[in-house]
T-cell receptor, first 112, second 113 residues
Framework: ETGVTQTPRHLVMGMTNKKSLKCEQH?????MYWYKQSAKKPLELMFV???????ENNSVPSRFSPECPNSSHLFLHLHTLQPEDSALYLC???????????FGPGTRLTVT | QKEVEQNSGPLSVPEGAIASLNCTYS??????FFWYRQYSGKSPELIMF????GDKEDGRFTAQLNKASQYVSLLIRDSQPSDSATYLC?????????????FGAGTRLFVKA
């Protein structure tokens, strides 16, 4: 595997479910990101991790909980989501927080 | 004023023409500038980055940066229908404790065959 991978690619969950999104980067980068992209809307930065430490939380509701066990892996734990949380969730990584970012293919999430 | 502004488009150009995409930013301390292409339903893909004033060319793409005027542009020469996508401008600026990358809302480009 090369680049940035995300699993699952598609996820349908009910409002009472708990699920997790996984991201893995094989680029040797130090920073990782979660973004949300709703239909026809711009990218919304959610979280930034630099050397495993969270450096940015963009006022994200607590029903989204990130976890970064090491510089190569990033998770987004989801619980009691709302239908408006349905979106494309993108993971990205970069060498440093000032560097160009490389995106994974995304997870298309539908909350029913 | 948005930190990174782009015309939402759509920008429509005929095949073979030059497409010119523009982006302005508000923070004079911004240091790194990026262009991404995003096809519908796909994730953004890095096209180019530029750090210094002037032009940077890569194949059919040229990025232009003017820090005094706070704008960065992307020129696509010999536009092809496959270039039809949304183009995102991103700017990295200093932030408390480090840097922060801000994405524009994107410009939709349509290349007519």
């Amino acid at each position: 595997e090369t680049g940035v991978t995300q699993t699952p690619r598609h996820l349908v969950m009910g409002m009472t479910n708990k699920k997790s999104l996984k991201c893995e980067q094989h680029l040797g980068h130090n920073a990782m990101y979660w973004y949300k992209q709703s239909a026809k809307k711009p990218l919304e930065l959610m979280f930034v991790y630099n050397f495993k430490e969270q450096t940015e939380n963009n006022s994200v509701p607590s029903r989204f909980s990130p976890e970064c066990p090491n510089s190569s892996h990033l998770f987004l734990h989801l619980h009691t989501l709302q239908p408006e949380d349905s979106a494309l969730y993108l993971c990205a990584s970069s060498r440093g927080v000032e560097s160009e970012q490389y995106f994974g293919p995304g997870t298309r999430l539908t909350v029913t | 004023q948005k930190e990174v502004e782009q015309n939402s488009g759509p920008l429509s150009v005929p095949e073979g023409a030059i497409a010119s995409l523009n982006c302005t930013y508000s923070d004079r301390g911004s240091q790194s500038f990026f262009w991404y292409r995003q096809y519908s339903g796909k994730s953004p893909e890095l096209i180019m980055f530029i750090y210094s004033n002037g032009d940077k060319e890569d194949g059919r793409f040229t990025a232009q940066l003017n820090k005094a005027s706070q704008y960065v542009s992307l020129l696509i020469r010999d536009s092809q229908p496959s270039d039809s996508a949304t183009y995102l401008c991103a700017v990295a600026r200093g932030n408390t404790g480090g840097f922060k990358t801000i994405f524009g809302a994107g410009t939709r480009l349509f290349v007519k065959a």
